[in-house]
Nanobody, 124 residues
C-alpha cells in the first residue's frame, strides 16, 4: 500500500524557517516524481514545488528563492526547506507522488498518492 506521511510543520515567526519531511512507504520513491502542494483556508490547492526522478526541480514564483525541494532516494524521503517564511505561506502542506511522467513536473498534474498534510502557520 502506497503511503506518504508528512512531518515538520508548526508555528513560526515571519522570517523563520521550517523543514518539511515526506516519508514514503510501500513503494520505491526513486521512480516517482514528487511535489509539494499547499492549501490555505478559503483558497484552492496550489503546487509549490516539484522534483523529478532526474533531480530537476521547479518552484512556484511565490516561493522561488525561499523554498528548496530535495529527495533522498536511499531513505525513501523527500523534503521541503522553507526559509524566509511569510504570513501568506500559512497553509496545510501536502506531499504527493506519481510515476515519472511528462506533465507531472512542473505541470502539477497526475499525482495520485497523497499524504495527510502538515500545518504550517507563520505568525508573530
Amino acid at each position: 500500500q502506497l503511503q506518504l506521511v508528512e512531518s515538520g510543520g508548526g508555528l513560526v515567526q515571519p522570517g523563520g524557517s521550517l523543514r518539511l519531511s515526506c516519508a514514503a512507504s510501500g513503494f520505491t520513491l526513486q521512480y516517482y516524481d514528487i511535489a509539494w502542494f499547499r492549501q490555505a483556508p478559503g483558497k484552492e490547492r496550489e503546487g509549490v514545488s516539484c522534483i523529478r526522478t532526474t533531480g530537476s526541480t521547479h518552484y512556484a514564483d511565490s516561493v522561488k528563492g525561499r523554498f528548496t525541494i530535495s529527495r533522498d532516494n536511499a531513505k525513501n524521503m523527500a523534503y521541503l526547506q522553507l526559509n524566509s517564511l511569510k504570513p501568506e505561506d500559512t497553509a496545510v502542506y501536502y506531499c504527493a507522488a506519481t510515476r515519472a511522467g511528462a506533465y507531472s513536473c512542473p505541470g502539477y498534474v497526475g499525482f495520485g498518492s497523497w499524504g495527510q498534510g502538515t500545518q504550517v502557520t507563520v505568525s508573530s
